[in-house]
């Protein structure tokens, strides 16, 4: 009983996001706060785990910064990430890939069979000057109604 109350508290909480599985490489906008400024820090990295379920799924995302390597959980759903972009889509056959922690260089950021995917979690508004295929339905309909 009180899961599904959870779950409906839950689903106004909920953001438009990518699908996001272990071995995808991803940029993460996250809003820092420095001061009484606020702007928008891409990390990018190697998803390595993904724990949780529904609001309270969190992300860890692992990156080499100068020979050294650095890794943020972010949860998924969180007002500080602002946004995420899939760059590519690698194929795994673990759920974590903690392994990539002991490797240096090249190898640490090998993951098998990577495919060039985007996906992004922003919303697509169509420019100005095209036409919906709804909006040309439409004027199918009205160009035959004047022809009769």
Not at 108 to 137: Q, R, W
């Amino acid at each position: 009983m009180d899961n599904k109350i959870i779950e409906t508290i839950e689903k106004d909480q909920y953001k438009k996001r990518p699908d996001i599985k272990v071995g995808d490489t991803v940029k993460m906008h996250l809003k820092i706060k420095e001061g009484n400024k606020e702007r928008v820090q891409i990390f990018e990295g190697i998803v390595i785990g993904i724990k949780g379920v529904g609001t309270g799924k969190t992300v860890t995302v692992r990156k080499i910064s100068y020979g050294v390597g650095v890794e943020k959980i972010v949860p998924l759903y969180s007002t500080m990430l602002e946004k995420v972009e899939i760059v590519k889509r690698g194929t795994v056959r673990k759920s974590k890939l903690y392994y990539l922690r002991g490797r240096v260089g090249r190898r640490a950021l090998k993951v098998g069979n990577l495919k060039d995917v985007y996906m992004t979690d922003e919303v697509e508004v169509p420019v100005e000057g095209e036409v919906g295929e709804d909006a040309t339905e439409e004027t199918d309909i009205a160009q035959e109604e004047t022809k009769e």
